[in-house]
């Protein structure tokens, strides 16, 4: 299912980051950074929240607007029930949409508000999404001071906020379609091996983005996958061209960007509904604001697992929903 | 693509894991944690002048004590980190599971928050730990009737 769009763009962007992002690579590209891992609230979850609203703020200074000037609230996030995103909507008092869709999350808000507005429906939108590194570990795996051994394969759930602007009115980044994609399950059960598990999905709805425009991959100049991490890329690049012979050339993961993932110690890198559009709205923005790159597919991918379904030994099924941005001529 | 296939896939980019180094650094660090046990228990039943058992208890007190001091500290798991099987399977490590799933559920109470999840962790060792002496003592008591 894509969808093309002819008037949507993306205004303006927000970041805010934890520590250990504000440590690597990307530091500079970012617009704020918590260095407490409560960012000075009481709990880890009242935190992730203030990441939002942080980082929602700073977009609105950006774009000189005030909260009553936005239509809708789009938001995202890994805690249970969503609360982190549904806090941030009792500050913010816009009219709020909740999703989940795991670490796709953000793309999937990105493509219903590009919806809405293609359709004038909204005038504006803000989609966020966070993570929370610490609000990860104590839900899905150990306790935050256990800090008991994991596999190499492990992912590192990022800490930060992404929050972007989305409205009629013209400026730089061009949303230009979007794509939901199907979920996919490959028999993976292993939760230490995320990359693994959203590899296939990944793929698939980058094959039914490319078939339903009709359009050969060389169209793009950069393909981006969410948070596969170092194992999770290669995976991706084999399976690629063992199942469709593609040749995957200008493509990267942003969970291998977000952190050097050689020297911090990140496992195979990130992941978290945040990682994706934080390296994107930061790093990659200013690239295609540089022109250095034009048209890039970022494709976040998540896993729809619970501890639950895991403890019960169920397999991980997988989503990714791809968006393409372009530079507007 | 059969699912079968994909697996291949996985397999061929799934790290090996440093078994090697790993069994390494636990073996030191486990022994040298023992070392500082045997000299607890050296040391007490000489200072306090009492049995090898009443020393050994003091000697494990001192530990959980020590384990539940640095996790609150928030040392601890940096160093379960590093050190692996060699800090979490001796009794430091059963005492910094429970103190660090205490620590987690401060902020939710105490009867809903601490109390309901501080065996989160080590509940499994203690259930497991009494059925298997029984099962072990059971098969003692039994073999003792015939011999």
Redesign the interface.
């Known amino acids: 299912m894509t969808f093309k769009y002819k008037n949507v763009y993306i205004n303006d962007t927000a970041t805010v980051v934890g520590k250990l992002e504000n440590e690597g690579p990307l530091s500079k590209y970012f617009d704020k950074a918590e260095l407490d891992y409560y960012v000075g609230e009481k709990t880890f979850e009242e935190g992730e929240t203030k990441l939002i609203l942080e980082s929602v703020d700073i977009l609105l200074k950006k774009q000189n607007k005030n909260i009553e000037d936005i239509n809708m609230f789009i938001s995202g996030d890994l805690l249970n029930q969503i609360t982190a995103s549904s806090f941030a909507a009792l500050k913010l008092k816009t009219p709020y949409l909740g999703i989940f869709s795991a670490c796709a999350s953000s793309v999937e808000g990105l493509i219903m508000a590009s919806n809405m507005i293609e359709k004038r429906q909204l005038k504006n939108c803000i989609c966020s999404v966070s993570s929370d590194n610490d609000c990860a570990e104590r839900q899905f795996r150990y306790p935050v001071e256990y800090g008991g051994p994991k596999p190499l394969t492990t992912t590192f759930t990022v800490t930060g906020a992404a929050s972007a602007l989305l409205s009629r009115d013209k400026s730089l980044i061009k949303v230009e379609s979007g794509t939901i994609g199907r979920v996919i399950d490959m028999g993976i059960k292993d939760a230490y091996s995320m990359g693994a598990v959203m590899a296939p999905a990944m793929a698939d709805t980058l094959m039914m983005h490319l078939k339903d425009l009709k359009r050969d991959i060389s169209y793009y100049d950069l393909i981006l996958s969410g948070d596969l991490g170092r194992y999770g890329k290669d995976i991706l690049k084999d399976y690629m061209k063992e199942e469709y012979n593609i040749k995957l050339t200008k493509y990267d993961d942003t969970a291998c960007m977000i952190y050097d993932i050689n020297n911090q110690n990140v496992y195979s890198g990130g992941s978290g509904p945040a990682c994706a559009p934080l390296v994107t709205y930061s790093y990659i923005f200013k690239l295609m604001k540089k022109k250095k790159i034009k048209r890039v597919l970022l494709i976040a991918t998540g896993a729809l697992l619970s501890t639950t379904t895991v403890n019960q030994k169920r397999t991980i099924p997988a989503i990714a929903h791809a968006i393409s941005l372009e530079v507007a001529e | ?1 059969k ?1 079968a ?3 291949k ?2 397999k ?4 090996k ?1 440093e078994r090697l180094k ?1 069994s390494i650094i636990a073996f030191i660090v486990g022994g040298f944690l023992g070392v500082i046990g045997h000299f607890l228990l050296e040391l007490y039943s000489a200072a306090f002048n009492v049995s090898s058992a009443s020393a050994s208890a003091l000697m494990i007190v001192t530990l959980i004590f020590l384990g539940c001091l640095l ?1 609150g500290l ?1 040392f ?3 160093w ?2 590093f050190s ?1 099987a060699g800090l ?1 399977i001796p009794i430091t490590g059963f005492a ?2 429970m ?3 205490t ?2 559920y401060k ?1 939710e109470g105490m009867v809903t928050g601490i109390g309901a999840n501080m065996f ?2 080590a509940g499994s060792v203690i259930i497991f730990g009494v059925v298997s002496a029984f099962t072990f003592c059971l098969i003692r008591v039994t073999l003792g009737c015939f011999i």
């Not at chain 2, 061929?12 to 790290?15: D, E, Q, S, V």
Request: proline content about 3%; cysteine-free.
């Open positions: 693509m699912k296939e994909y697996k896939i996985v061929r980019h799934t790290p894991e790993n996790t928030g601890f798991d940096e379960v980190h692996k979490f910094h599971a103190m660090s799933a620590l987690e902020k989160k962790l």
